[in-house]
T-cell receptor
Framework: SQTIHQWPATLVQPVGSPLSLECTVEGTSNPNLYWYRQAAGRGLQLLFYSVGIGQISSEVPQNLSASRPQDRQFILSSKKLLLSDSGFYLC???????????FGPGTRLTVT | RKEVEQDPGPFNVPEGATVAFNCTYSNSASQSFFWYRQDCRKEPKLLMSVYSSGNEDGRFTAQLNRASQYISLLIRDSKLSDSATYLCVVTNTGNQFYFGTGTSLTVIP
């Protein structure tokens, strides 16, 4: 069966510090991968998606970036965090060509 | 106009009640539709896909109305464990997913 992992589960970072969140998927090959952010009281916002290694599409201009160094690894990064980057960051996967998404447990980020 | 809109609720219903949520979408070219369930401070979990002909999974029934551009979720015989936030999701091209802000349901003993 497929599983998706995210770490860390929670993170408190000061403004201006860098960020690296990691997501890995097991039990499937060539998945589509997604990064979302859910701010308090708001819906999920798609940040990035990837259909393959090195292929990243950005949905929202921001100070975040994403990379996919391996087929089942997706990384979300920032060089300098802003207060507005606080939120619940969720990684998701779907089969190639499929629309049903499955989410990881998420990382709750607080920027202070 | 938002891509997807949901009534945030909260819906407070007694155990055993039937409750229905609607979700409207703005893009008539939308292709696929889903309902997710999200427990407090947890990740969303896929509840069911919504097919044109409607579909049922136990106590849950999902319907799609393309003419009026909305999807619905009906929960029969509500259980305490159904308490959660229900998110509707609409996708256009497969790489554009639009989530509603969710409808909060509390089932009361």
């Amino acid at each position: 069966s497929q599983t998706i992992h995210q770490w860390p589960a929670t993170l408190v970072q000061p403004v201006g510090s860098p960020l690296s969140l990691e997501c890995t998927v097991e039990g499937t090959s060539n998945p589509n991968l997604y990064w979302y952010r859910q701010a308090a009281g708001r819906g999920l916002q798609l940040l990035f998606y990837s259909v393959g290694i090195g292929q990243i599409s950005s949905e929202v201009p921001q100070n975040l970036s994403a990379s996919r160094p391996q087929d089942r690894q997706f990384i979300l990064s920032s060089k300098k965090l802003l207060l507005s980057d606080s939120g619940f960051y969720l990684c998701a996967w779907s089969v190639r060509g499929g629309y049903e998404q499955y989410f990881g447990p998420g990382t709750r980020l607080t920027v202070t | 106009r938002k891509e997807v809109e949901q009534d945030p609720g909260p819906f407070n219903v007694p155990e055993g009640a039937t409750v229905a949520f609607n979700c409207t979408y703005s893009n008539s070219a939308s292709q696929s539709f889903f309902w997710y369930r999200q427990d407090c401070r947890k990740e969303p979990k896929l509840l069911m896909s919504v097919y044109s002909s409607g579909n049922e999974d136990g106590r849950f029934t999902a319907q799609l109305n393309r003419a009026s551009q909305y999807i619905s979720l009906l929960i029969r015989d509500s259980k305490l464990s159904d308490s959660a936030t229900y998110l509707c999701v609409v996708t256009n091209t497969g790489n554009q997913f639009y989530f509603g802000t969710g409808t909060s349901l509390t089932v009361i003993p």
